[in-house]
């Protein structure tokens, strides 16, 4: 079975502080996500990547930057936390045939105080 | 620029009824189709996708969608339903590469919260 594993379920930050949430999937996938849940909003892109140190905005960079040093790990930075971030956050990968399933990591819930 | 729409915030259902869990679709080129269920606290799960094919899809857990394209619609279905098939529901769309677009961004729509009552 596919794993994607984000390191970090439930965070609790500062505003202001910089903010890490990592994500390693284990089935060599090329394409990697990270989406945004919020109530009332579905799921909305934040950046993705197609490849190593490769990079794409989403609908919704603003206030976050991506690295993706090594094929399995993409993280995601939020470089100077805000309250207007407290939400869930999903990773996600698949291979590259856009026919193929994305499966998504169990979540990373952050509240920003 | 492609949309999904799920018409339906939430859905009631009594616990042994068919239940349906409405999806339209708007994109450029053919589509590939997905619905996935999201458990509290929990990830996305992946439940059936349509690529091409035969349009009656069955996937995970009795759940089976029927494209019609006609209708640009995805709706997914269940003959029986059970308690434990309360969640949060995901219809989500892509474009086919081979329809010369560009972007294989995939598209979420709001979500449909099902609720089986015993």
């Known amino acids: 079975d596919v794993k994607v594993t984000q390191s970090s379920r439930y965070l609790v930050k500062r505003t202001g502080e910089k903010v890490f949430l990592e994500c390693v999937q284990d089935?060599?996938?090329?394409?990697m996500f990270w989406y945004r849940q919020d109530p009332g909003l579905g799921l909305r892109l934040i950046y993705f990547?197609?490849?190593?140190?490769?990079?794409e905005k989403g609908d919704i960079p603003e206030g976050y930057s991506v690295s993706r040093e090594k094929k399995e790990r993409f993280s995601l930075i939020l470089e100077s936390a805000s309250t207007n971030q407290t939400s869930m956050y999903l990773c996600?990968?698949?291979?590259?045939?856009?026919?193929?399933?994305?499966?998504f990591g169990e979540g990373s819930w952050l509240t920003v105080v | 620029a492609q949309s999904v729409a799920q018409p339906e915030d939430q859905v009631n259902v009594a616990e042994g009824n068919p239940l349906t869990v409405k999806c339209t679709y708007s994109?450029?080129?053919?589509?590939?189709l997905f619905w996935y269920v999201q458990y509290p606290n929990r990830g996305l799960q992946f439940l059936l996708k349509?690529?091409?094919?035969?349009?009656l899809v069955k996937g995970s857990y009795g759940f089976e969608a029927e494209f019609n394209k006609s209708q640009t619609s995805f709706h997914l279905k269940k003959p029986s339903a059970l308690v434990s098939d309360s969640a949060l529901y995901f219809c989500?769309?892509?474009?086919?590469?081979?329809?010369?677009?560009?972007?294989?961004?995939?598209?979420f729509g709001k979500g449909t919260k099902l609720s089986v009552i015993p």
């Open positions: 994109v450029s080129g053919n589509p590939y």
């Open positions: 996600a990968s698949e291979d590259r045939n856009p026919g193929n399933t994305i499966y």
């Open positions: 990547s197609y490849d190593v140190k490769m990079k």
């Open positions: 089935m060599d996938h090329e394409n």
């Open positions: 989500a769309v892509r474009v086919s590469p081979y329809s010369g677009a560009g972007s294989y961004q995939l598209t």
């Open positions: 349509y690529i091409t094919g035969d349009n």
